[in-house]
């Protein structure tokens, strides 16, 4: 029996943006950046790059968070490693929201070369206590001042006359 040639292997690239609670501590970003690398180290996956975008405001509130921390993965396998690390982001509780792209077809692994700077994962500090993560219930409602919010300029009242001035108060004529 003839031996099969092996050509090329093959893969395809990904893209993954992990978003994880405002508050989440260091080592919980280090161990979430750990199972990601086990995930890639089981499913013959490469990660090409890793970068940690910090603490952002969402879009919409998520779990009644309005800030997470994002991190943007660039990775090559096959969809059994997407798979695999979409499972494991979703049994982690410091995780939100997820999302995959799948971004090229037919990448050549054995001209792959990876730069071990771009694969380094460097958590982002949790917030200190006093920092401010948006506006309390108080400011948003307007019984509180907040300096960083414009208030909406008060509309120009003209009278009935064209003026810019109040009318003068006229008394009513009383006759006997």
Partial sequence: MPKAVAGPV???EYETIYIMRPD???????????RVNEVMTKGKGTLTSIENWGRRQLSFPVNKQ??????????????DVVNELERNL????????????NVR?????????????DVKFEAVE??????????RIEQLLGFEEN?????PAEPDVEDEFGGDEPAAA?????TS
């Fill in 66 to 79: 309005k800030r997470g921390v994002y991190v943007y993965l660039r990775y090559i396998g096959q969809g």
């Fill in 10 to 12: 093959q893969g395809r």
């Fill in 147 to 151: 300096p960083e919010r414009q208030r």
């Fill in 170 to 174: 006229v008394e009513p004529e009383v």
């Fill in 126 to 135: 949790p917030p200190q206590p006093g920092e401010d993560e948006g506006e």
């Fill in 90 to 101: 979703r049994m982690l509780d410091d995780v939100v929201k997820y999302q995959t792209v």
């Fill in 24 to 34: 989440v501590t260091r080592d919980a970003q280090e161990r979430v950046a750990t």
């Fill in 105 to 117: 077809k037919d990448v050549d692994l054995a001209t792959l070369s990876v730069n071990a700077e």
